[in-house]
């Protein structure tokens, strides 16, 4: 799994999260496509979830293009190169690291339907 580390909101980081090398960029991904939105982590968890059970997952979200299987996601971002960003990360473990984030979100007080900068 992802070694996730939550900073509080007036930590001097771009996004209240870290995680460990090599998949470090997988934050940016998390900043990008759900920071502060409890819906769109349950979508992505929805998303994640089908692909585990089998189904192959294309989707595009704000600024980075998914696609996931069973075994691995590849998320590609177009809009920040070239070259572009692309984070292979195994499926199960973007999955862990979204539910964990929903989670800190939710004890952070946050709602679906709710937005928040």
Do not use: C
């Amino acid at each position: 799994m992802l070694t996730m580390h939550f900073l509080g909101p007036g930590d001097e980081a771009e996004y209240e999260l870290r995680i460990d090398p090599p998949h470090e960029n997988v934050v940016s991904f998390i900043g990008a496509e759900i920071n502060h939105n409890v819906d769109l982590a349950q979508a992505w968890i929805a998303d994640l979830r089908k692909a585990l059970r089998g189904d192959r997952v294309a989707s595009m979200g704000n600024v980075f293009y998914v696609e996931a299987d069973a075994r691995m996601a590849k998320l590609t971002n177009e809009f920040v190169g070239p070259p572009d960003l692309v984070i292979e990360v195994p499926t199960p473990w973007l999955l862990d690291a979204i539910e964990r984030w929903h989670a800190y979100l939710v004890s952070r007080g946050f709602k679906p339907h709710e937005l928040a900068d």
